[in-house]
């Protein structure tokens, strides 16, 4: 009766899946490629600040990181409420900083050490006092590349 | 007669990839880490600290930071969202103002003699700011200098700075530099 419709018993083929695992390799080989594991756990809850003039960090094995914050709930217990500085997985001192530079700083070969670069992941509302202190260290231990982590700011 | 060998069947292949995948999916983070470089002064011992570097007043762009947040900018209350065009004022003076920054002539390459600010920004702040608040004002003064290095980009080449190249950016650095000073700290021994 109508004309588009094709009443021969002919049926389509069903689709080959074959090719399906090749898609999900694909697939597969682009995640494992992109991935970074985290190595370590940040123990201080952040809220990165915003900003709008930023530069992306490129070489990630020269970033060295300092995290400062509040302590996460389950370690409020021991180590209070007041922000604290985490140097690789522990809390740390002031001037545990210097140490840590020098720790860093060994891990490089000698023609990186002068492009590293600190990174702060600062909360936003720790305080400035702090901050100050660790960056007259860092400017002690002679690691004057520095950058403020912050997050690009949304247009409003 | 070698007997065949039945086909391994490969349909549960799809499945044992899509396994792998959305594992790789989850663990993955790609947070490029951004954020505002800046490069800190070379440290120096309080002895030879000299506060004789004699910087005329209306070269100097303060600005404090108190411990409420509030901002004070060359002596009057400021918000953070006027501070990027006050900066910008401060260093361009287009007008040759009698109370912003002089000028001196400077050999530019591309640009000839060019009259180059002396303007230098200082930046301080209490212990009990908020490091929000610290980077909100960086990220300004940051800001209106990459603004004025674009409009004097885009004027002579009609580029942005970004894309001109590094020797077309140094003279443009020249000019604007980007002079950030951060105040010693104050009240405690170092």
Known sequence: ?156 | MARNTPEVPATSLADIAFMLLIFFLVTTTMDVDSGLRRKLPQWVDKEQLDDNAEIKERNVFVVLVNRNNDLLVDGDYERVENLRDRAKEFMANPYNDENLPEKEPKDVPYFGQYMVTKGVISLRNDNDTQYGTYLAVQNELVAAINELRDELAIDKWGKAYLDLDVDQQNAVKTIYPQKISEAEPKGKNF
């Open chain 1, 1 to 156: 009766m109508s004309k588009f419709r094709k009443d021969d018993g002919k049926e389509l083929p069903p689709i080959s899946t074959a090719s399906l695992p090749d898609i999900v390799f694909m697939l597969l080989f682009f995640f494992m490629v992109s991935t970074t594991m985290r190595e370590v756990t940040v123990n201080v809850s952040q809220k990165l600040p915003e900003a709008t003039e930023l530069s992306k960090l490129e070489k990630k094995s020269l970033v060295s990181y300092i995290y400062i914050g509040e302590p996460k709930p389950q370690f409020q217990k021991v180590f209070g409420k007041a922000p604290r500085i985490q140097l690789n997985d522990q809390f740390a001192n002031v001037e545990d900083i210097t140490d840590y530079i020098t720790a860093e700083r060994e891990a490089r070969t000698e023609a990186e050490r002068p492009s590293m670069v600190t990174s702060l992941k600062v909360d936003v509302n720790t305080k400035m006092g702090l901050v100050t202190d660790v960056k007259q260290e860092l400017r002690k231990a002679a690691a004057l590349n520095i950058n403020y982590s912050a997050r690009k700011a949304v247009e409003r």
